[in-house]
Protein backbone atom coordinates (compact mmCIF):
# COMPACT_ATOMS: atom_id res chain seq x y z
CA UNK A 1 0.00 0.00 0.00
CA UNK A 2 1.28 3.53 -0.68
CA UNK A 3 2.20 6.27 1.46
CA UNK A 4 -1.11 8.40 2.06
CA UNK A 5 -1.23 11.68 3.65
CA UNK A 6 -4.88 12.52 5.28
CA UNK A 7 -6.55 15.36 7.14
CA UNK A 8 -7.57 15.24 10.62
CA UNK A 9 -9.07 17.19 13.17
CA UNK A 10 -9.75 16.67 16.60
CA UNK A 11 -13.14 18.32 16.99
CA UNK A 12 -14.34 20.77 20.21
CA UNK A 13 -15.66 17.93 22.68
CA UNK A 14 -12.62 16.25 22.26
CA UNK A 15 -10.36 18.73 23.26
CA UNK A 16 -12.65 20.02 25.98
CA UNK A 17 -12.28 16.57 27.55
CA UNK A 18 -8.45 16.91 27.22
CA UNK A 19 -7.86 14.23 25.12
CA UNK A 20 -5.96 15.46 22.46
CA UNK A 21 -2.46 13.58 23.78
CA UNK A 22 -3.93 10.44 24.24
CA UNK A 23 -5.78 10.86 20.01
CA UNK A 24 -2.32 11.46 19.34
CA UNK A 25 -0.58 8.75 20.54
CA UNK A 26 -3.29 6.49 18.93
CA UNK A 27 -2.04 7.96 15.58
CA UNK A 28 1.56 7.12 16.68
CA UNK A 29 1.57 4.13 18.13
CA UNK A 30 -0.51 2.92 14.10
CA UNK A 31 2.65 4.25 12.53
CA UNK A 32 1.25 7.64 11.18
CA UNK A 33 3.14 10.56 11.26
CA UNK A 34 1.47 13.66 12.67
CA UNK A 35 3.58 16.49 9.98
CA UNK A 36 1.45 19.48 9.97
CA UNK A 37 -0.20 20.49 13.06
CA UNK A 38 -2.10 23.63 14.54
CA UNK A 39 -5.13 24.60 17.00
CA UNK A 40 -7.63 27.31 15.75
CA UNK A 41 -10.61 28.65 16.56
CA UNK A 42 -12.79 28.09 13.25
CA UNK A 43 -14.87 30.62 12.15
CA UNK A 44 -18.46 29.67 10.44
CA UNK A 45 -17.03 30.58 7.51
CA UNK A 46 -14.53 28.48 7.93
CA UNK A 47 -16.51 25.77 9.28
CA UNK A 48 -19.24 25.81 6.49
CA UNK A 49 -16.40 25.91 3.95
CA UNK A 50 -14.63 22.93 5.28
CA UNK A 51 -18.33 20.85 5.65
CA UNK A 52 -19.80 22.55 1.90
CA UNK A 53 -20.77 19.29 0.81
CA UNK A 54 -23.32 18.85 3.83
CA UNK A 55 -24.66 21.82 2.54
CA UNK A 56 -27.77 20.62 2.36
CA UNK A 57 -28.12 18.51 5.00
CA UNK A 58 -30.69 18.80 7.71
CA UNK A 59 -27.84 18.26 10.41
CA UNK A 60 -25.76 21.40 8.94
CA UNK A 61 -26.40 23.90 11.24
CA UNK A 62 -25.86 21.85 13.83
CA UNK A 63 -22.84 20.47 12.65
CA UNK A 64 -21.11 24.14 12.15
CA UNK A 65 -22.59 25.37 15.59
CA UNK A 66 -20.59 22.59 17.24
CA UNK A 67 -17.58 23.01 14.83
CA UNK A 68 -16.86 26.61 16.22
CA UNK A 69 -18.30 25.97 20.00
CA UNK A 70 -14.44 25.77 20.47
CA UNK A 71 -10.94 25.35 19.37
CA UNK A 72 -10.24 22.71 17.22
CA UNK A 73 -6.72 20.74 16.77
CA UNK A 74 -5.98 20.10 13.13
CA UNK A 75 -3.28 17.86 11.70
CA UNK A 76 -1.99 15.67 8.59
CA UNK A 77 -0.92 12.40 8.97
CA UNK A 78 1.16 10.94 6.57
CA UNK A 79 1.83 6.85 6.65
CA UNK A 80 1.24 3.43 4.57
CA UNK A 81 -2.56 3.55 3.61
CA UNK A 82 -3.16 6.36 6.12
CA UNK A 83 -6.94 7.61 4.81
CA UNK A 84 -7.86 3.83 6.02
CA UNK A 85 -5.81 3.20 9.01
CA UNK A 86 -7.00 7.06 10.57
CA UNK A 87 -10.78 5.86 9.49
CA UNK A 88 -10.30 2.54 11.26
CA UNK A 89 -8.60 4.16 13.87
CA UNK A 90 -11.56 6.43 14.46
CA UNK A 91 -14.64 4.10 14.56
CA UNK A 92 -17.66 4.55 13.10
CA UNK A 93 -19.62 8.23 12.59
CA UNK A 94 -22.12 7.29 15.73
CA UNK A 95 -20.29 6.54 18.27
CA UNK A 96 -23.14 4.11 19.49
CA UNK A 97 -22.13 2.13 16.47
CA UNK A 98 -18.56 2.46 16.62
CA UNK A 99 -16.14 -0.72 17.41
CA UNK A 100 -14.42 -0.97 20.94
CA UNK A 101 -11.34 0.52 21.15
CA UNK A 102 -11.86 3.14 18.54
CA UNK A 103 -11.34 6.74 18.94
CA UNK A 104 -14.89 7.79 18.70
CA UNK A 105 -15.85 4.34 21.24
CA UNK A 106 -13.79 6.08 23.97
CA UNK A 107 -14.01 9.13 23.69
CA UNK A 108 -17.55 10.45 21.85
CA UNK A 109 -20.82 10.91 22.88
CA UNK A 110 -22.88 11.50 20.22
CA UNK A 111 -23.00 11.40 16.26
CA UNK A 112 -23.17 15.47 16.45
CA UNK A 113 -20.03 15.55 19.34
CA UNK A 114 -18.18 12.75 17.74
CA UNK A 115 -14.63 13.66 18.39
CA UNK A 116 -12.66 13.34 15.61
CA UNK A 117 -12.95 14.21 11.77
CA UNK A 118 -10.53 12.15 8.72
CA UNK A 119 -10.64 12.84 5.04
CA UNK A 120 -12.64 9.71 3.74
CA UNK A 121 -10.78 9.51 0.28
CA UNK A 122 -7.56 10.48 -1.36
CA UNK A 123 -9.32 13.20 -3.51
CA UNK A 124 -11.10 14.90 -0.63
CA UNK A 125 -7.90 14.27 1.62
CA UNK A 126 -5.86 16.21 -0.76
CA UNK A 127 -8.88 18.88 -0.77
CA UNK A 128 -9.12 18.75 2.98
CA UNK A 129 -5.04 19.25 3.41
CA UNK A 130 -5.31 22.33 0.99
CA UNK A 131 -8.00 23.93 2.74
CA UNK A 132 -6.45 23.89 6.22
CA UNK A 133 -2.50 24.03 4.89
CA UNK A 134 -2.98 26.18 1.84
CA UNK A 135 0.92 26.84 2.52
CA UNK A 136 1.90 23.05 2.70
CA UNK A 137 3.64 23.85 5.40
CA UNK A 138 4.44 20.33 6.11
CA UNK A 139 7.09 18.61 7.29
CA UNK A 140 7.55 15.13 6.10
CA UNK A 141 10.70 12.86 7.28
O1 LIG B 1 -16.73 11.31 7.90
P1 LIG B 1 -17.57 11.30 9.14
O2 LIG B 1 -17.27 12.44 10.08
O3 LIG B 1 -17.57 9.96 9.86
O4 LIG B 1 -19.08 11.49 8.66
P2 LIG B 1 -19.71 12.40 7.51
O5 LIG B 1 -18.66 12.99 6.62
O6 LIG B 1 -20.80 11.61 6.88
O7 LIG B 1 -20.40 13.58 8.32
C1 LIG B 1 -19.66 14.67 8.81
C2 LIG B 1 -20.16 15.00 10.19
O8 LIG B 1 -21.54 15.41 10.11
C3 LIG B 1 -20.16 13.83 11.16
O9 LIG B 1 -18.91 13.65 11.78
C4 LIG B 1 -21.23 14.24 12.14
C5 LIG B 1 -22.24 14.94 11.27
N1 LIG B 1 -23.28 14.00 10.83
C6 LIG B 1 -23.22 13.09 9.82
N2 LIG B 1 -24.37 12.41 9.71
C7 LIG B 1 -25.18 12.90 10.67
C8 LIG B 1 -24.49 13.91 11.38
N3 LIG B 1 -25.02 14.61 12.40
C9 LIG B 1 -26.28 14.30 12.75
N4 LIG B 1 -26.84 14.98 13.76
N5 LIG B 1 -27.01 13.34 12.11
C10 LIG B 1 -26.52 12.61 11.06
O10 LIG B 1 -27.19 11.75 10.50
Redesign the pocket.
Known amino acids: MATQRTLSIIKPDAVAKNVIGQIYTRFENAGLKIIASRMAQLSRAEAEGF?AV?RE?P?FK??VDFMVSGPVVIQVLEGEGAILKNRDL?G??DPKKAEKGTIRADFADS??A?AV??S?AEETAKVEIAYFFPALNVYSR
Open positions: YHRFDLMATIDNHGD
